[in-house]
């Protein structure tokens, strides 16, 4: 009877050892696979943020840009309170003078009243020199990068007319701006900014005052000291163009000389610029989307003030190159 007993309870400790030991192997299993699910998650979480760190920091440049016109609008100021936004796009490209270039521009812009600034790099990836220059200059800023297909890059010695610039970069700040605003949400106007012109505060003043389709005169261009629309003293409307190249274009005008409400933009979403154009006509088509010569706005003092120089910085010399220092 006692071995009986004694071997009942010798089969009752060993299937206990088996239950204990099956379950203490299942927890360790189901620890090791929540760890590994963490460490999975935490992966997916980095892979995650790092995917979309430039949409959170676009969150976190509109919520500026809404706390920048709520202090406008609670300013005792009104007429500072009623400037409109001035969407400054501007293409970019890596080059020994970019950071150069885009310092300028960016101190203009700090002069610049409710400046919403579109930066769009030609390059497959974002930059640190562009996004810490951007940071820098504590604009309200949207960092964009869009690239420039290799059959329309331009080579060392091409001139510049023979390739079409800015069009991939253009079309992607368009694009940023159709699928994040809505018409008739609040006064904006695009202005297409590009990095190597040299910009007096005065044209912004001219921007604000855009209904649809502004137009002014752009010094140094087309082998002018300026190019300029012509005015009918009696009509104030647009007859003509003062261009050194193709003055009979439906819209002579140079890519520094025209300014376009949001609206339009947002309303005419077929616009944008393309490599079918002919070369040197990407303006005159991108307008024909917008308004007729007619329609157009002069301003600038009626066209007789010049607020904006297609200027280009000499490509420098370089001979060596000093370790420590980004230029």
């Known amino acids: 009877m006692d071995l009986s007993n004694n071997y009942d309870k010798g089969m009752r400790l060993k299937r206990y050892s088996v239950y204990f ?6 927890f360790v299993i189901w620890k090791l696979s929540v760890i590994e699910d963490g460490v999975d998650k935490l992966q997916l979480l980095r ?59 960016s101190q203009t812009l700090m002069l610049v009243p409710n400046v919403h600034w579109i930066v769009i790099e030609d390059s497959e ?42 069009v991939e970069q253009r079309n992607m700040a368009l694009k940023w701006l159709r699928e994040n605003f809505q018409p008739k949400r609040g006064k904006g106007i695009v202005y297409f900014m590009d ?19 502004g137009v002014w005169p752009v010094g140094l261009v087309g082998g002018l000291n300026a ?23 439906p819209f002579a005008i140079d890519m520094a000389g025209f300014a376009i409400s949001l609206d339009l933009i947002l309303e005419k979403q077929e616009a944008q610029f393309s490599y079918m154009m002919e070369k040197g006509l990407q ?18 003092d009626n066209c007789t003030k010049v607020y904006v120089w297609h200027t280009r910085t000499e490509k420098p010399t370089i001979t060596g190159i000093v370790p420590g220092l980004e230029v």
């Open 195 to 213: 990095d190597d012109n040299t910009y007096s505060i005065k044209v912004f003043k001219e921007i604000e005052k855009v209904k649809k389709v």
């Open 227 to 249: 190019e300029a629309p012509i005015i009918d003293p009696e009509t104030g409307k647009v007859t003509g163009y003062k261009s050194g190249w193709k003055p009979n274009r």
């Open 47 to 105: 892979e995650a943020l790092e995917l979309h760190k430039e949409k959170l920091q676009l969150s976190q440049q509109q919520l500026l840009l809404l706390e920048h016109l709520e202090s406008n609008r609670g300013s005792n100021n009104n007429d500072h309170a009623n400037h409109p936004v001035i969407y400054a796009v501007t293409p970019t490209y890596a080059r020994l003078v970019q950071k150069a270039e885009l310092t300028r521009i």
């Open 21 to 26: 030991l099956t379950l203490f192997v299942l």
């Open 283 to 300: 303006e005159s088509e991108f307008l024909s989307y917008f308004t007729t010569k007619e329609e157009l706005e002069p301003l600038a």
């Open 125 to 166: 990836k974002k930059t640190d020199l562009v996004r810490n220059l951007i940071s820098e200059s504590k604009l309200v800023a949207t960092h964009l990068n869009a690239k420039t297909p290799p059959f329309e890059q331009l080579k060392d010695k091409d001139p510049r007319w023979k390739r079409h610039r800015g």
